[in-house]
């Protein structure tokens, strides 16, 4: 079967670096995502990765290893509207996107 | 409108009825979905569609009907409502045709409870 794991929940303090793991077993790989969830929101598009190494985007940056099937979203400078759910999620080679059930991240000042 | 409306916001629904979920987007992609999200689970695919005219079905679609007449709307239809589809819907959408990954733009979403 395809699976996506991802912590339930992490703590950080504002100012602070967190990073938020994504291990996954899927038929195929077509890429990886990150999404940002505000609660009561729509998820948000915030990284791509479908080559091994390290996307910069901002505060934000997203790393990916194939070969271990393994993703990070790494968020720096951590600010409170930085608390949200983040979704990694993986395209199959049916082209369809299989999604983790999100980390809780709480931001505390 | 700009990008996905979803209509409604929210509904409370009695089990048996039948429900019709509208979604609109506004940005001419070509592909859309419909997924469900439910307490400690990942976003589930219910229908999607790669084009006008086309629909497939997705991880979850007992239940649940769609329709692609055109290239904006996609409406998900419950046919008779039961307790298990209280979840909150959301639509998305993407351009299939621009490049090398296809970021999905989702809409406000929908919550539905049916008693």
């Known amino acids: 079967g395809q699976n996506i794991d991802q912590p339930t929940e992490m703590t950080a303090t504002e100012g602070a670096i967190v990073q938020i793991n994504c291990t996954y077993q899927t038929s195929g790989f077509n890429g990886l995502f990150w999404y940002q969830q505000h609660a009561g929101e729509a998820p948000t598009f915030l990284s791509y990765n479908v080559l091994d190494g390290l996307e910069e985007k901002g505060r934000f940056s997203s790393f990916l290893s194939r070969s271990k099937g393994y993703s990070y979203l790494l968020l720096k400078e951590l600010q409170m509207k930085d608390s949200a759910s983040y979704l990694c999620a993986v395209m199959d080679s049916n082209y369809q996107l299989i999604w983790g059930a999100g980390t809780k991240l709480i931001i505390k000042p | 409108i700009a990008g996905i409306t979803q209509a409604p916001t929210s509904q409370i629904l009695a089990a048996g009825r039948r429900m019709t979920l509208r979604c609109t987007q506004d940005?001419?992609?070509?592909?859309m979905y419909w997924y469900r999200q439910d307490l400690g689970l990942g976003l589930r695919l219910i229908h999607y569609s790669n084009t006008a005219g086309t629909t497939g079905k997705g991880e979850v679609p007992d239940g649940y009907s769609v329709s692609r007449a055109n290239t904006d709307d996609f409406p998900l239809t419950l046919a008779s409502a039961v307790p298990s589809q209280t979840s909150v819907y959301f639509c998305?959408?993407?351009?299939?045709?621009?490049?090398?990954?296809?970021?999905?733009?989702f809409g406000p979403g929908t919550r539905l409870t049916v008693l």
């Open positions: 998305a959408s993407s351009d299939e045709t621009s490049g090398s990954y296809n970021e999905q733009f």
């Open positions: 940005m001419r992609h070509n592909a």
